[in-house]
């Protein structure tokens, strides 16, 4: 694990229940976020919110090698211990320990977004290509049981042919970018807070997009074309730092000066095969958190935050599919089209938690694959198309909304490439139980 923080102890957390699995070395910046994972890993001194969670109780692993220092992650990358680096570094680090990883040899995943810029992206793409190793970027929302079930039910064809998709990323974070008291250091959100130049693109794209562009095929029978993007002002953050911390503080000037720092993103993508995208992005505003995944074709639709299902059955037509089914047809369309993973390993993915499951059942995802010799779910040119889109929108918005083409990473690739299929395991296989078989 390179990047010990949150991210960091709670993968370590759930790498305790795949028996197969080492973890060999932690490197940080802070020895104390390395010593917490260490305690808590070893079972040395557990944290109370880890030993409640009652599926912990007796798993521990080894004590890892430790490796201190800004530049300290070469130094893992070049010890031999490892086949896999998770990357849970802010993003502005990204780049650098993905490329050092993948020249030692070694598979690399990390945390959203990859890399916001079209050039490092490229470079990423052909240097996973040149050494032979996956580079996938853990977008977890794509293992949400809402999101699975719109995969699953747009993969079924019974939505028909799927020509319009809606994402994004609302969540109130002014709770997040500020400190909880002034004086107190400013965390890695803050970092473009109080900055001269105006950051007004999307610069957290992924949450939403990557489900939806799952279940639209982007890269694997379409990919995007070009993209147009407008911002509003984003005035959120000052009534917020005025009233928390009072008008005259150093953190309310901090908002003041931020104004124009993304307020709500709109941006509308095109594919190649001629459908459209809605992507949105809002962190600065009071509004309940929603991604907004919606799918749109021609016999039906799918949405989540709430859920909500409609689609002709069968050849008749004059089913009503102009409302959304009940919540007893609901619960029969999650029963035939939900996701396998959440049926086999749902309950213990909730015990582990972890945005309530859906980091357990990507961990256990790419850990299988890996095992089984099988391809990623998200590649790495799914990781560069997605994360690019935080360049590209700030590119658009800067030119008076100008449309902006999106590069093609596979090159051509998508025309050919296979449509991504049900995404299951065998989850025996890897040291755990299915639950499915004791239905």
């Given at each position: ?54 599926c ?16 300290a ?9 490892c ?23 070694l ?10 810029e ?12 040149k ?5 996938m ?18 993969k ?28 107190a ?8 807070l ?47 730092a ?9 953190l ?16 509308l ?11 949105q ?22 949405a ?42 749902g ?6 938690g ?63 490439a ?22």
């Open positions: 694990i390179v990047g010990c923080g949150g991210r960091g102890i709670a993968f370590a957390m759930r790498a305790l229940h795949f028996p197969f699995v080492e973890l060999t070395a932690l490197c940080d910046i802070k020895q104390g976020q390395i010593d917490r994972i260490q305690l808590n890993v070893t079972g040395e001194k557990r944290e109370e919110e880890y030993e409640k969670i009652g912990l109780k007796g798993k521990h692993k080894p004590r890892a090698k430790e490796f201190l220092g800004p530049e992650y070469k130094e893992l990358c070049e010890s031999g211990l086949d896999v680096i998770y990357n849970t570094t802010p993003i502005n680090v990204h780049l650098p320990v993905c490329r050092h990883a993948l020249n030692c040899g598979h690399c995943m990390v945390e959203v977004e990859m890399t916001p079209v050039e490092d992206n490229w470079e990423l793409v052909e240097l996973a290509e050494t032979r190793r996956h580079l970027m853990l977008e977890n929302c794509c293992y949400s049981e809402g999101e699975l079930l719109m995969f699953g039910l747009a079924s064809g019974v939505l028909g042919e799927i020509e319009h998709g809606e994402a994004g990323y609302i969540h109130d974070c002014r709770e997040l970018h500020f400190p909880k008291e002034a004086g250091e400013l965390e890695w959100r803050a970092m473009n109080g900055k001269k130049t105006k950051l007004q693109g999307n610069p957290y794209p992924t949450h939403g997009l990557g489900p939806v562009a799952q279940a639209m095929d982007i890269n694997h029978g379409d990919a995007f074309d070009y993209l147009v993007s407008m911002s509003a002002r984003g005035t959120g953050w000052i009534p917020f005025e009233a928390k911390f009072g008008r005259d503080s150093e309310a000037r901090l908002a003041r000066e931020s104004s124009g720092y993304t307020g709500m993103n709109t941006t993508i095109r594919t190649k095969r001629e459908k459209t995208i809605m992507l992005y809002q962190t600065s505003m009071p509004r309940p958190y929603s991604r907004m995944n919606l799918i749109s074709g021609t016999h039906g639709m799918a989540t935050y709430p859920t909500r299902v409609a689609f002709l059955e069968g050849d008749d037509l004059k089913n009503e599919a102009w409302k959304y089914f009940d919540e007893k047809k609901l619960e029969e369309v999650k029963a035939k089209y939900g996701s396998p993973l959440w049926k086999r390993c309950k213990l993915a909730k015990e582990c972890g945005h309530m499951g859906i980091d357990f059942l990507m961990d256990m995802r790419w850990i299988y694959c890996l095992h089984e010799g099988l391809p990623l779910d998200i590649d790495v040119y799914d990781s560069a198309t997605w994360s690019c889109l935080a360049g590209l929108t700030q590119r658009s918005v800067d030119n008076r909304c100008a449309a902006v083409d999106i590069p093609d990473f596979t090159r051509g690739g998508w025309k050919t296979k449509p991504l299929g049900v995404i299951d395991c065998d989850v025996e296989r890897i040291g755990l139980k299915d639950e499915s078989k004791a239905v």
